[in-house]
């Protein structure tokens, strides 16, 4: 069974081609492949973030506040209408990442997103989860506002499963034909050959990984996939007359 609660830390760090092979090769001397990166291949995840007409949820996010919150549906792949998606709630507090999902159909996800109606309870998902989330859709009126995806290799540590480090390229966005089940397309959201690193983990890192990523001259650096889409249609379309937050 997915996990569906999460309680953890993430650092996030920018890098090249040469940078990703050289720490990657050397990650492997401490850690193992996810299941679903077999014989080192890609996983795709697609993403749907929904937002106000105002798009009130990513401009508080850009603000870097104490408490920050979004809501999106994920897939792995391009799923049918009545396939298997997860409907997650993502909050911060103090850095801390809180994230919370359900499973849903597709079609039952984009109904109770539009509706505010909960969906009649299934075996495959869960309750608690589908109750928080019903407080959060009381709170604001959500609309699609844009398709993020990527491809991902992560892995996990030997023998602790609480530290696991993700690699996304090929970030991919677009803010038409915003339905998962349309298609895996969209514009670049990074130059070709550079890869997002995250850090993830219950607690402090290992002294091992602090090490290696200091002789590999890794940085953290503050990216969200969300927010830099945002920032980017805003340059790209000088009419809209929203200020960037940055």
């Not at 973030?49 to 850009?62: C, P």
């Not at 019903?134 to 959500?142: A, I, K, N, Q, S």
Request: charged share 30%; hydrophobic share 35%; with cysteine.
């Amino acid at each position: 069974m997915a996990i569906e609660v999460f309680n953890r830390y993430e650092n996030k760090y920018l890098m090249d081609q040469p940078a990703f092979e050289r720490l990657y090769n050397r990650l492997l001397e401490y850690m193992e492949w996810d299941e679903n990166n077999k014989n080192g291949q890609f996983y795709s995840i697609s993403n749907i973030y929904y937002d106000t007409e105002h798009d009130a949820l990513i401009r508080t996010s850009l603000s870097k506040p104490k408490y920050k919150e979004k809501l999106r549906i994920r897939a792995y792949g391009v799923p049918q209408p009545d396939g298997k998606v997860y409907l997650e709630l993502k909050k911060k507090v103090f850095g801390l990442v809180n994230k919370r999902r359900t499973a849903l159909k597709l079609n039952e996800a984009y109904a109770y997103i539009r509706t505010g109606v909960m969906p009649a309870y299934q075996p495959y998902m869960n309750k608690q989860v589908l109750q928080e989330i019903d407080y959060f859709l009381g709170r604001y009126t959500l609309m699609p506002k844009v398709y993020l995806a990527y491809d991902r290799m992560a892995m996990f540590c030997r023998g602790n499963r609480d530290l696991r480090i993700t690699f996304d390229t090929n970030i991919r966005s677009r803010r038409y034909d915003v339905k998962l089940e349309d298609g895996d397309f969209g514009e670049q959201l990074l130059e070709s050959g550079q890869w997002l690193m995250e850090v993830k983990a219950e607690k402090t890192i290992p002294i091992w990984l602090s090490r290696l990523l200091s002789e590999q001259h890794m940085f953290r650096t503050s990216f969200s996939k969300y927010g830099n889409e945002y920032k980017k249609n805003r340059r790209n379309n000088p009419q809209l007359k929203e200020r960037i937050l940055l």
